[in-house]
């Protein structure tokens, strides 16, 4: 399982990166296998959408993909 520690106080994070109820993982921690791709899509957006990186274009242009074929 992988998991890494979300900062869940951080209003900037998505909703859906709330804890997942009944969860054996440590509060604050987040099993990303749990994610939809829908999910994550929205936490990638939020992750990127202040960033003029080109990381942060090939993403959007990817998540507009998945957006659009879904």
């Known amino acids: 399982m992988i ?3 979300s900062s869940l106080k951080n ?3 998505p909703s859906c990166l709330g804890a997942v ?3 054996a993982l440590p509060d604050g921690w987040l099993d990303w296998n749990t994610l939809s ?3 994550m899509a929205e936490y990638l957006k939020q992750k990127y959408k202040f960033s003029s990186s ?3 274009k ?3 242009h990817l998540i507009e993909f998945y957006d659009k074929h879904k």
């Open 11 to 13: 209003e900037n994070e």
């Open 21 to 23: 109820s009944g969860s």
């Open 54 to 56: 080109g990381d942060a």
């Open 37 to 39: 791709l829908d999910q």
């Open 3 to 5: 998991t890494e520690k």
């Open 58 to 60: 090939c993403i959007f």
